[in-house]
Structures are given as C-alpha cells and as structure tokens.
C-alpha cells in the first residue's frame, strides 16, 4: 500500500493511522483541486498529513470542510432560528451580555441552569455565528461526544485518540448538557482529557450544564474526587459564567 511505504506504517498493525492518513489525503486532494477558487484561501496553507512525535496524524483541514461538518452536527430544532427569535429576559440577561463580549473578545463560557432556560438554544446561536465567521466548530451533547469516542473500540479502522485530538483542536467546541449521563471513571477521564486539553491549548469553549460548577464538582465527585476537582479548576480558569436561572421556559410557553 503506498501509504504504508510512504510513512513506514504496517499496514495491520497501523490501520487507524492509515485510514487517518487516507481520509486527509482525500480532503487534501479537494483543496488542491479547488485551488482555493471556492473559499478564497490558499492551497499553500493545506500540506499533506504528517505524523508527529506521539505517532497521531496531524492535517490540516480546509476551513470550508470543516465549516459544512460543523453546520451539519447542529440541533434541527435550533436551525433555522437566530438571535432575533432569542427572547431576552432579566433571566438570561447576563448570559447574552457575555455572548456578545465573546464574539468581541473570545475566551469560554459556561452557561448552567435548569432545564428549559434556553442554555442550548444560546448555544447553537453562537455556533452558528462562528461557522458563518469561518471557524470549525463541534457542537455535541457530552454523553454523544463520548459515544463517539467509544464507537472507536470495535473498530480496527478507527483511534480514540484522533476523535480527542479533534475535539481538542477545533476552533470552537461546544460541550452540551455537562454533567448528564451515566458517570463512570472513564468518562469523567475522557471529559477531563478533552477540558484540559483545550485549556491547556487555550481554545473558546461552550459549556452548558443544569449544574453550577461546584454542583458538578459534587456530582463527579461521588465517583472521582480528584479528577472532579481537576475538571473544576480548570472550568473555573477557563469560563466565564452565567446562571440562566430556573424557569423552566417551554413549560411557560
């Protein structure tokens, strides 16, 4: 397989690193043959894939692929709305005033409150926002994001470490409903990964959670002390917050 040759891979051994290779090679050929005629960018900018010193992939994406897979993982209810169809209340008052110093200045935001005060809906605004701006953004429920991560385990084809590194990496991510799902060390491991990973990186991030920070410092607590306090540490670092309060809003409508 000239992939194998050309990266001195074994082609049963390697298989995640091959298919990663592969699939960004594709990605690469669609840059070369637009030129940069269709997003206005330079081919130069997008090199063939690389494998760093930890043995992970490294490409570089077309910014419009990316934008296109960004829209594509945003809610369906949320599509079609924008902040115009947002109702501002002296509930989220706080919450809209810092999504807009966001937009300005950048940084992350943790939005918590009961269910229904439009955590999500303010969100996938703001993902939207980015997306038409250019930016890649991943926008997931947590227990979603971490399923994808385990769909990695039965397949040979596929590496855990490339789906971290993507959540990692990406201009903007949006970890939704925090704190819900089953909890296990695992997944609190995995959601510690991906935190500290973007703190660390200091990359914009979205949380929106039902609990406060010291509520999901207690919750993950019960099964992880340690790492719960690592979680809202660097939450506490990264954030800045808004309590959207606990009005539940479909219930009002």
């Known amino acids: 397989m000239p992939v194998c040759s050309m990266y ?26 637009c030129n940069g005629l269709d997003c206005l960018q330079s081919v130069e900018k997008y090199h063939k894939p690389e494998i760093d010193s930890a043995g ?11 934008t296109q897979e960004a829209a594509k993982k945003l809610p369906r209810r949320y599509a079609k709305k924008t902040f115009d169809d947002y109702e501002a209340t002296s509930a989220n008052a706080q919450a809209l005033a810092k999504t ?17 005060t439009g955590k999500t809906f303010l ?3 703001i993902a939207k926002e980015c997306i038409r701006r250019g930016q890649g953004v991943i926008f997931g429920n947590v227990p979603l994001l971490l399923d ?26 949006i970890m939704d409903d925090l704190g819900t799902g089953v909890l296990s060390d695992w997944s609190i491991g995995e959601m510690y990964k991906i935190i500290d990973g973007r703190y660390n990186a200091e990359k914009p991030t979205i949380f929106t959670s039902n609990y406060s920070i010291e509520g999901l410092e207690a919750r993950f607590s019960a099964k992880d002390k340690t790492a719960a306090q690592r979680i809202a540490s660097r939450l506490r670092g990264m954030c800045s917050v808004a309590d959207l309060g606990n009005r539940d809003r479909r219930v009002l409508e």
């Not at 992970?56 to 692929?65: A, F, H, K, P, T």
């Open 56 to 66: 992970e992939v490294i490409d570089s994406l077309c910014e419009v692929y990316v």
């Open 148 to 173: 994808e991560i385990k769909k990695t385990f039965n397949d040979p084809q596929a590496s855990s470490q490339v789906v971290l590194r993507k959540y990692i990496r990406c201009d903007l991510l």
């Open 100 to 116: 807009y110093i966001f937009f300005d200045e950048g940084g992350s935001l943790y939005f918590h409150g009961a269910c229904g």
């Open 8 to 33: 001195g891979l074994d082609a049963e051994q390697d298989k995640p690193r091959v298919q990663a290779i592969i699939q960004a090679q594709r990605r690469l050929e669609v840059c070369q043959g």
């Open 123 to 125: 969100a996938s605004l």
